[in-house]
């Protein structure tokens, strides 16, 4: 069924996969790096992207590779060498998927291209990985000036729609993972899917193998109270009493960083016009993917649909998962503001553009927090979405760049 399924997502292409095509067929050289969470198509979209090139190219995965073995690395680029020099092209492609994985791995990237650029040889270069703190790390530390990104987030509403039909209904509470599509007739399966193949594997073989964690059962309890309490916000101290641990605020934000890298789940600070308070605020928790809540939910789709309560908080949810998943290529900060018993849901600040952001059900009353930052801060705009206001269902389709 999954193998089926496999092939259908392969004839799907995502928006991004078209300019991504047209930067690699120009003639200069470069590093692209792609990054993305776990299960959001970056392999697939790769493969795609093969298939439709004329260009000679080899492709590679250091996902069993041995994470000290940085002469598997020089290895691969000689060989795409060796291909590109016995096919006669004048240009060849080299694919590099997980990274991530091998130790360093930048500063054998670094010396390769400079090797390729010393001899004049046009081998282009994709990377792929799925922690971007590891790979944003490396980056910066040795490929200045030597790269470009692309970051492919979780599957938007338009995306699930397109591809299975789905409903919003259907995306609000199983979320954008395509992998998980054909399994949602079969709710218990679904949710072991979403626990065992993608949370667990993402917690241990993007965080815990790759960064030193030293309280390991830790970060995992916050990333489950993290769900529980999406669209929250939460003191550090009132989170470490949930969590009945010894630790320090500290280590529970760099926790919190590294789930969010890993596309798993954010802490939105406070905005308040200073960059210190902003930091120093208590995190509101949102999930990257409404799966990681609903998954770890014992309230099954039936009856999730009817309970105005948990329906009105899952709604929130997509469209805080929407805003964050789109604001790393957008290049925009998220936020969230409160100030006694009034706030208001998002903040969106890019540049002096401020945009307030509101979502309401059905069942919530008037919020008074708008009429408030808006004296204060003077936004440049403020947005409501749900009742009296844009239908999330169309929200959801729109790319919040489009909003500055």
């Known amino acids: 069924m999954l193998n089926t399924l496999s092939k259908f997502i392969f004839m799907f292409e995502r928006p991004h996969l078209k300019p991504f095509r047209e930067r690699i ?8 790096v792609v990054l993305g969470p776990r299960q959001v198509g970056k392999t697939t979209m790769i493969t795609q992207l093969l298939s439709q090139l004329a260009l000679p190219n080899l492709y590679e995965s250091a996902d069993a590779i041995s994470a000290t073995n940085t002469a598997w690395l020089a290895q691969v680029w000689e060989s795409a060498r060796l291909q590109m020099k016995i096919s006669g092209a004048d240009e060849f492609l080299l694919v590099i998927d997980e990274i991530q994985k091998i130790d360093n791995w930048s500063e054998v990237v ?6 390729d650029t010393i001899e004049n040889t046009n081998i282009k270069v994709i990377l792929l990985g799925s922690s971007r703190l590891l790979i944003q790390r490396g980056l910066t530390e040795s490929l200045a000036g030597r790269f470009e990104t692309l970051y492919l987030g979780h599957w938007s509403y338009s995306e699930m729609q397109e591809a299975f039909g789905w409903t919003i ?3 609000i509470y199983f979320g954008g993972y395509p992998g998980s599509a054909s ?5 218990e399966r679904w949710k ?11 917690i241990s073989k993007d965080i815990l193998m790759l960064t030193r964690v030293d309280k390991p059962a830790l970060l995992k309890r916050l990333f489950e109270l993290g769900c529980l309490y999406s669209g929250q916000i939460l003191s550090y101290t009132k989170i470490l009493g949930q969590l009945h641990d010894a630790g320090n605020t500290t280590t529970l934000a760099n926790y919190l960083r590294l789930l969010s890298d890993c596309g798993l789940l954010g802490g939105l600070d406070k905005f308040a016009g200073d960059i210190i308070r902003k930091r120093g605020s208590s995190p509101k928790f949102q999930v990257y993917n409404n799966a990681l809540i609903t998954a770890q939910n014992d309230e099954a789709y039936e009856k999730a649909i009817i309970n105005p309560e948990l329906w009105g908080r899952l709604v929130e949810s997509s469209v805080g998962a929407h805003l964050l998943n789109h604001s790393i290529a957008g290049r925009y900060n998220i936020y969230y503001w409160r100030e006694g018993n009034h706030e208001v849901d998002f903040v969106l600040e890019k540049g002096d553009t401020i945009i307030g952001l509101e979502v309401k059900s059905g069942m919530r009353a008037e919020n008074r927090g708008i009429s ?19 239908p999330y269902k169309e929200f959801l389709k729109i790319n919040p760049k489009e909003l500055f």
Do not use: A, C
């Open 183 to 187: 399994l949602i007739n079969d709710e």
């Open 169 to 171: 209904e259907q995306y």
């Open 25 to 32: 067929e120009e003639p200069r050289r470069f590093i692209q």
């Open 372 to 390: 408030i930052f808006k004296e204060k801060f003077h936004p440049t705009k403020m947005l409501l979405v749900g009742t009296g206001g844009v």
């Open 192 to 202: 072991n899917y979403i626990k065992d193949s993608l949370i667990e594997t993402s």
């Open 110 to 115: 670094k010396q390769q291209w400079d090797k």
